[in-house]
């Protein structure tokens, strides 16, 4: 068995080659595409040259470093092989810390002491005792589910709306687009946890906002491409969001121009709100490799049609 890691940033392959020297010491693993030949059964990548993956004759499955499959789906000669991304392999509890720290920014009035401070403006009765603001986590995948559960373990009532119907205790669940209008309307701080396809592309913009109450605020971990950058930026100028916390852009790194930098009630951060934990993914991409190894089929791979 061959295994060829790849990562847009190489100084990860230390860590890559001491897990699965632990959990996997009879995989043979290649570093980089220098040292990918006709032996390469498996690949575990992060945003690899189109096209390269074709090359590989023998290849079996790519697995995807993160959650997201976007950088390998937009490559047009994509293999036929089973696409596997990480479920969670640590990110769940990362994105949970992410989700409960806006919360609790939001709950407890620091946008606004914020703001103060840049005025040196002391309001010492800013933050008042109030009910939880209400949660809701737009994309109950994975993560999403784990997101919610963390959220109302804190106290937050949390709702959540997917694709298709989910079930889970304590969460009210929204599903499908004749639903989506209703999950909104009582939102008062909105998740992003979907991923990038084709239908959620644009997503958040000025009719979802618009659908959001008054005050609401805006936190996107998912990808950049699922918001409209002016239409956010007008529904903060006009008050009818109250703030925004993002973690991911459509440019990355975020031009040094962009108005999120400056704009007084956006809280930015440099796509660090969960990271693959190294123990856990090669661990996950260990076993299933033993699995398909054996002729079994991966126990879950992604539906391209969908995106996930």
């Not at 930015?268 to 079994?296: C, F, K, N, W």
Request: proline share 6%; net charge negative.
């Amino acid at each position: 068995m061959s295994l060829l890691i790849y990562s847009s940033n190489a100084r990860r392959y230390a860590h890559w080659r001491a897990e699965f020297a632990a959990c996997a010491p009879d995989l043979t693993v290649v570093y980089g595409l220098e040292q990918a030949d006709d032996e390469v059964e498996y690949a575990l990548v992060w945003q690899p040259p189109h096209g390269f993956l074709k090359t590989l004759p023998r290849l079996k499955a790519i697995f995807s470093m993160g959650a997201g499959v976007d950088h390998l789906s937009a490559d047009p000669e994509l293999p036929a092989v089973p696409l596997i991304r990480q479920r969670d392999a640590g990110m769940g509890t990362q994105m949970a810390e992410y989700a409960l720290y806006a919360a609790l920014h939001y709950q407890r009035d620091f946008d606004r002491m914020r703001i103060h401070q840049l005025t040196a403006h002391w309001d010492n009765a800013v933050s008042q005792v109030r009910p939880r603001l209400k949660v809701g986590i737009l994309g109950m995948g994975t993560l999403g589910s784990v997101v919610a559960q963390s959220l109302w373990d804190n106290g937050f009532p949390v709702s959540g709306w997917s694709r298709t119907a989910k079930d889970m205790p304590n969460i009210r669940c929204f599903a499908g687009q004749s639903q989506l209008g209703l999950f909104l309307a009582q939102t008062e701080l909105l998740v992003c946890l979907l991923p990038d396809t084709a239908d959620t592309r644009g997503i958040i913009d000025s009719e979802l906002l618009a659908q959001l109450p008054a005050g609401a605020v805006v936190v996107n971990v998912a990808r950049g491409a699922l918001v409209v950058d002016d239409d956010l930026l007008a529904a903060l100028d006009s008050n009818h969001i109250r703030g925004a916390m993002l973690d991911v852009f459509h440019t990355e790194p975020l031009p040094a121009a962009h108005r999120y930098w400056r704009h007084p009630k956006v809280v930015l951060s440099p796509h660090v709100a969960a990271e693959t934990v190294y123990a856990q993914s090669a661990q996950q991409v260990s076993a299933e490799i033993a699995r398909m190894d054996q002729g079994l089929a991966p126990t879950e791979s992604v539906d391209l049609s969908r995106g996930y």
